[in-house]
């Protein structure tokens, strides 16, 4: 049996979470590869708050230092679960005969839901925004006319994510996972850390010679 995973049925997730005020510290449980889209969109969510946290201006370094950590900690997650749901819906895939000639796409069906849960958070602060009316008319003008085109992209990207679900349902078209690689995060490969690391070494080697 394919998933029953199509663009309309995310979005209305999506949307629909986004107006859980408990969201998105609290998330209702999830079964399947809805599992990990309500997962992916929860840190999608928790990312964005903590992004907006950073930006302040009255609070100490020490404060927006330990919101970089977490929002680096959240993004892996957000990651973590879009190649969850790659390789959940690969594995349903794999009883599909590839025909010849079948395209690889270069975005995977997780990656496009990803944007789409971004696109939500987008739309749904934008029309925030729209109706401020104490930011003044110029200002909701403004975010109505952005709110038409993340609209607009939005649709897009569904109409997209749609026929790439199909063609790979056919045969027709296959993505791969190929794993996320954030050099900065690891201590054996960012040069700003293990560097670091190898200097302190040094200096306690030389205070025991």
């Known amino acids: 049996m394919h998933s029953t995973i199509d663009a309309a049925s995310v979005v209305a997730f999506h949307d629909r979470q986004l107006r859980n005020p408990d969201w998105p510290?609290?998330?209702?449980?999830?079964?399947?590869?809805?599992t990990w889209i309500a997962a992916n969109h929860r840190y999608n969510g928790l990312l964005w708050r903590e992004e907006d946290r950073a930006r302040r201006?009255?609070?100490?370094?020490?404060?927006?230092?330990?919101?970089?950590?977490?929002?680096?900690?959240?993004?892996?997650?957000?990651?973590?679960a879009v190649e969850a749901l790659d390789e959940r819906?690969?594995?349903?895939f794999e009883r599909i005969s590839r025909r010849p000639g079948a395209r690889l796409s270069?975005?995977?069906?997780?990656?496009?839901?990803?944007?789409?849960?971004?696109?939500?958070?987008?739309?749904?602060?934008?029309?925030?925004?729209?109706?401020r009316h104490e930011a003044g008319s110029d200002h909701m003008h403004a975010c109505a006319c952005k709110l038409?085109?993340?609209?607009?992209?939005?649709?897009?990207?569904?109409?997209c994510l749609d026929k790439l679900l199909a063609e790979a349902r056919a045969g027709q078209a296959?993505?791969?996972?190929?794993?996320?690689?954030?050099?900065?995060?690891?201590?054996?490969?960012?040069?700003?850390?293990?560097?670091?690391?190898?200097?302190?070494?040094?200096?306690a080697a030389q205070r025991h010679q």
């Open 57 to 80: 201006l009255d609070v100490p370094p020490t404060e927006i230092a330990a919101g970089k950590r977490l929002i680096d900690r959240y993004n892996q997650k957000r990651n973590d």
């Open 174 to 203: 296959f993505f791969k996972v190929y794993r996320q690689f954030k050099l900065y995060d690891d201590p054996s490969l960012n040069p700003w850390l293990y560097g670091k690391t190898q200097a302190a070494d040094k200096a």
């Open 25 to 34: 510290i609290f998330d209702d449980a999830q079964s399947g590869a809805w």
């Open 106 to 131: 270069s975005e995977t069906a997780g990656a496009m839901i990803d944007r789409l849960s971004i696109l939500a958070l987008k739309i749904h602060h934008m029309r925030a925004q729209a109706r």
């Open 89 to 92: 819906l690969l594995r349903e």
């Open 148 to 159: 038409e085109r993340l609209a607009a992209q939005r649709e897009d990207l569904m109409s």
